[in-house]
């Protein structure tokens, strides 16, 4: 094989790579807005499974950001440039740390019509992630994190030690699924858990609000006082549910994101 087959080889499958990408991130037509999940600290995508599952059974189109997790502006950035390639109204829903994410990554972004906060921040300008958590009394994610990784960059890495995931993080899920999600949890930067936010799309953008009772990562206050700030259109608590609603109450989960959708049509 000459140099220039190579070369045109690789150009070829680079195009055929982009391609791929661009298509998994943009939908097929539908009636429905288009569902767009972000996934929070110490999880990934595949934490929207069984939501993402039954909202395609009812003819939703559905698309998991892979959230980056190094930093509030940067992951948001990125998070808007997945929505620019969506065309149509968005519902856009965010776990957690996540909820920062849309807030910031919705705003200016006219087909978004909808937000929806799992168990999520919900962040005035100027306050950290961690600010919040720490608003009131009740987290105790604290002691459950890991020795920090060090970073190239100075900064640190942070995950949940995996002998204490599941009483954090996933006390309602089962014994091996909770294993699972911890062995695969996704680490964040703690540079990003201390980052001002800057963005607001709450105040704008119709806001819906659930989360668990049994809470271990963000207080029930905390959730409560950030869907009342921000006037939330509805919101659902769910007894004794963990941080991780979506996993071990997903058909709850998946109803309020349908009532938000109902509201934008």
Partial sequence: MTNRTLQALTLSLSALALAASA???TPAASNHPTVVLVHGAFADSSSWNSVASELREKGYPVVAVANPLRGVASDSRYAASVIDGIQGPIVLVGHSYGGAIISNAAVGKAQVKALVYVAAFAPEKGESVVELAGKFPGSTLGDALAQ???????????YIQQDKFRGQFAADVGAK????????QRPIAEAALKEANQGTAWKSIPSY?????GDKNIPKAALAWMAERAQSKGT?????????????HAHEVTRV???????VR
């Fill in 236 to 248: 659902f608590e769910i007894a004794n549910a963990s941080h991780v609603p979506m996993v071990s």
């Fill in 177 to 184: 699924e909770a294993g699972l999600m911890a062995v695969g």
């Fill in 23 to 25: 298509s998994a991130a």
């Fill in 209 to 213: 609000f659930v989360y668990g009772t």
């Fill in 257 to 263: 994101i349908e009532t938000a959708a109902r509201s």
């Fill in 148 to 158: 920090p990784v060090p970073l190239p960059d100075g900064g640190v890495d942070l």
